[in-house]
């Protein structure tokens, strides 16, 4: 599936800091996250200003809108983990099953096998999110293990499962 003609995507910028509040505030969006409910105005910047060196933090851009986040989070000052980098994305609400995560994770693997030699890409998932679970997998990400009662979400406690793609290693 190829996604909409009016969405690029790009480098994630501080001027995409109200852009990327507003789609991780509904509820279809922050219940896959670690994100809470009633993000305030300044929740994405500081994010954004300390993204690690050499990590890649995407944004879809439905003509000023911003319909899907996804990054590559490097670990410079770990020296041994130079390889590995964690993976996470979101999709705004009105804009899923439409190709767009499957576009941004394509473009990161693409930026992690043939760039920037990450050979290991990790994640965290909770255990019942089976769209993405599916989405990783088609991808090659394979299950390594199972956090019982990790997080609190909407009342419950919930699993979660970590995830990697390794590779040539
Ligand atoms: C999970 C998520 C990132 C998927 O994004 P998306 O743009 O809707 O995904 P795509 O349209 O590229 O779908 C790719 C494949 O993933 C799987 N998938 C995605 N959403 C699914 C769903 N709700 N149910 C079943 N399968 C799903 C399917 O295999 C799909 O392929 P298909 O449409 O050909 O069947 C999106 O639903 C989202 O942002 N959810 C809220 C936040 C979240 O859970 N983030 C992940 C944190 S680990």
Redesign the pocket.
Known sequence: ?SISPDISIRHAELRDAVGLRDMHAHP??Y???MQLPFPPDDRWKPRLEALPHGSINLVADAKGVIV?HASLIANPKALRRKHAAGL????HHQ?????????MLRLLIDAADNWLDFRRLE????AD????I??YE?FGFELEGRHKAHSFRNGSYVDVLTMARLRNL
Do not use: H
Request: hydrophobic share 45%; charged share 25%; no cysteine.
């Open positions: 599936m279809d969006v219940k896959g996250t899907g996470g994305m979101a999709i804009w899923q099953r439409q190709g767009i995560a499957t576009e994640l965290d998932v909770f999110n089976l769209g993405a599916r989405l088609k």
